[in-house]
């Protein structure tokens, strides 16, 4: 037997508008399938790893364990592009050979951009 991902989740207090802000960013439907309490954004198009978003009554408190790492080489215009749709731009580092940029998705979930160069 073997084990693969399935799909990432993460908890959110609005599962549909945070997968309508992953969806924009990743470029990527929504999937057809989730109600109030659940959404998947690349289920369908099998490209990447889906992103499931759970409904869950308890707030986040601290930071992230696990945050997902997104890398391109048009480096300013995504840099805009994913502010433009509501991320928080939060840190910059160039460190282990890598250059990249913190930012928290409208729940505050942490997540990076790193620069392909």
């Known amino acids: 037997m073997s084990i693969s991902i399935a799909q990432v989740t ?3 207090d609005n599962p549909r508008a945070l997968a309508g802000f992953w969806s924009a960013v990743l470029e990527q439907e929504i999937d057809d399938y ?3 309490f659940v959404a998947t954004v690349g289920r369908a198009g099998g490209s990447t790893t889906p992103l499931m978003f759970i409904k869950v ?4 408190i601290g930071k992230n364990r696990l945050h997902l790492d997104l890398a391109t080489a048009e480096w300013s215009a995504e840099i805009d592009r994913l ?4 991320a ?3 840190d910059e580092y160039d460190e ?3 250059h990249w940029i913190t930012f928290a998705d409208p729940e505050g979930n942490l997540f ?3 620069e392909i160069r």
């Open 57 to 60: 009554p308890d707030e986040r």
């Open 96 to 98: 282990f050979g890598t």
């Open 88 to 90: 928080k731009r939060l």
């Open 34 to 36: 989730g109600n109030e």
């Open 10 to 12: 993460i908890d959110s």
């Open 112 to 114: 990076d951009l790193a």
């Open 83 to 86: 502010v433009g749709l509501g």
